[in-house]
């Protein structure tokens, strides 16, 4: 073994991958992870969703990745926490931000959000097992370093689905054999790219060769399907004109997985897989629900680049604050403008950041619900002294 700091390095990031297959086993034992939501549309009731452990459309047409697409390996990894009960699939679009879905790390309406610090990334999980911890996560942070289209999804009706998307910044620059490009397309041209069997996924699947990538051979993309006309369909989603429904194979912990697109250029990302949108039917006597029918799975679901490639580019050139004592701060800052009637705790919540956004729009500002070191000065606050950190380069199409 190596002496001085590069042999402490190695032995370091050796114990850390020990860790991660330990703590991974243990993830397996105790929790059911999630994997893709069945976003289910039930006429009449309230009922929330349930989940699908396999989403498989036809024949199982998952696959080992092909030759062509090995360097993909390089910028994926799982996304999980024990306590959190939560393993899924996120993909590299910088240096140190990666992007998953945000049932993943965040809270569905009615549950109890999970602690962020608790999350680990490991890049090329089945080879490599390249660790990291989200950034903040040492001091109570980490909610500071993620940026997300809710911080507590609805499953009911209007579903919002396309806003279950994640970045995440992780406390060192994991990514350090490339990044997945993002690539922005109207639905229409998505609809036209999987006509031409350019449209595919690459995700991990915990029924999969546990824990190896599978490949989604292309596959279909469409808005109506045989028993679902998309009128119907588009009355049960919040957005609908970012919601691409598809017919990848999906298993468990494919939530976060990216949809790609095949370009001269090499795989772009389209879209993040996020569910399954399931229709059920009930019988009805005066209003109350009798009898419940069988739940049929429509199509996966994916939220298109356009919900989140511009929030990437602001989350990238923005300095979040650091500490908790800074959170408080802005929060006395807020609650004096009435813009924040929660605890002044230092916790980055939905009503932080719901404060945030109200004053962002009130000024005229980029609205991103993020605590940053310029939001906290244009307050009058910064009193707090501020650990800032250089934006990472990111690859874009």
């Known amino acids: 073994m190596a002496d001085g700091p590069e042999g402490e390095g190695e032995t370091t990031r050796a114990g850390a991958r020990r860790l991660a297959l330990a703590v991974l086993a243990l993830a397996c034992v105790v929790a059911s992870p999630l994997s ?94 390249d660790i990291a911890h989200i950034a903040g996560h040492a001091n109570g942070t980490a909610a500071l370093n993620v940026m997300s289209g809710s911080m507590s999804l609805n499953v009911r009706p209007p579903i919002e689905a396309t806003r279950d998307w994640a970045l995440v910044r992780l406390a060192r620059p994991a990514c350090t054999k490339g990044v997945l490009p993002i690539r922005v397309l109207p639905v229409d041209q998505i609809l036209k790219e999987a006509a031409a069997k350019r449209v595919f996924q690459i995700s991990y699947h915990r029924d999969y060769v546990p824990w190896k990538l599978a490949y989604g051979q292309p596959c279909g993309v469409a808005k109506s399907f045989e028993h679902s006309e998309w009128s119907a369909i588009a009355q049960d989603f919040s957005d609908p004109e970012v919601l691409i429904l598809h017919t990848c194979d999906t298993g468990g912990a494919s939530s976060g997985s990216p949809l790609l697109l095949d370009t001269e250029r090499g795989p772009e990302v389209i879209g993040i897989n996020v569910g399954t949108y399931v229709q059920s039917k009930v019988l009805m006597q005066e209003g109350k629900v009798k009898k419940r029918l069988k739940a049929d799975p429509v199509a996966n679901t994916a939220v298109a680049s356009a919900a989140f490639a511009a929030k990437l580019d602001a989350f990238l050139q923005v300095a979040v604050l650091s500490s908790q004592a800074q959170v408080r701060e802005l929060q006395t800052l807020l609650k004096a403008r009435q813009l924040f009637d929660g605890k002044v705790d230092g916790t980055y919540s939905a009503d932080l950041r719901d404060g945030i956004e109200a004053y962002e729009k009130a000024e005229g500002l980029a609205v991103t619900g993020l605590a940053t070191v310029a939001l906290l000065k244009r307050l009058g606050g910064g009193l707090v002294p501020v650990e800032r950190a250089k934006a990472p380069r990111k690859a874009r199409s």
């Open 36 to 129: 893709t939501w069945a976003w289910s549309s039930r006429p009449g009731t309230t009922e929330a969703s349930v989940l699908l452990p396999v989403a498989v459309f036809g024949t199982d047409d998952r696959g080992p990745l092909p030759a062509k697409y090995k360097d993909v390996r390089e910028k994926l990894g799982l996304l999980f926490s024990v306590r959190g009960r939560s393993v899924c699939t996120a993909f590299c679009v910088a240096s140190d931000v990666v992007a998953t879905a945000g049932h993943c790390l965040l809270k569905i309406a009615g549950e109890r959000t999970p602690r962020i610090g608790d999350f680990w990334f490991l890049r090329n999980y089945d080879a490599v097992r």
